[in-house]
């Protein structure tokens, strides 16, 4: 399957883009990287994974090494996020994680998901869901951050 380079196992989806990025920036111009699902391979003898779904994918351009993003079919489609108003269901709200600015938050209440950002009059909300699909939602707004600094979780 031609996997070659560094390798790695999180249960974080934010920290595995952190990493494939910053070991894009030490390889050569034309140089890709994938973040794939994994599982627990509970039959071999030693601890190791077997490789699923490629989730994400990165090529860098071989003149100018800008970051080509994900050349999946399941993305080439962009998401469109709306935003609500956010309002507790109950009273304990847990952030997750923020970005690196603090203009995403991912957080939940009472086991469903969801991402916040703050407008100055209050805080909204989207994706609210599943961990798996707010997930999704939350690594979409970070592809696309425009802040002055990188987004990463």
């Not at 077997?50 to 994918?57: C, S």
């Not at 997750?96 to 969801?114: I, N």
């Amino acid at each position: 399957m031609g996997y070659r380079g560094a390798g790695g196992v999180t249960d974080r989806s934010g920290r595995a883009v952190e990493l494939l990025f910053a070991a894009l920036r030490d390889l050569s111009p034309g140089a890709t990287g994938v973040i794939r699902v994994v599982r627990l391979d509970r039959h071999a003898r030693n601890p190791s994974y077997l490789p699923g779904q490629i989730v994400f994918r990165v090529d860098t351009d071989k003149a100018t090494r800008v970051f080509v993003e994900d050349a999946t079919p399941y993305r080439r489609a962009k998401l469109m996020h709306t935003w609500e108003p956010h309002t507790p269901h109950v009273g304990h709200v847990r952030v997750h994680e923020t970005s690196c600015c603090d203009e995403y938050q991912f957080a939940s209440e009472a086991g469903v998901y969801f991402v916040l950002r703050w407008t100055g009059d209050g805080y909204e909300e989207t994706g609210r869901g599943s961990y798996a699909a707010t997930a999704r939602t939350r690594l979409e707004l970070t592809q696309h951050h425009r802040h002055a600094t990188q987004a990463t979780w």
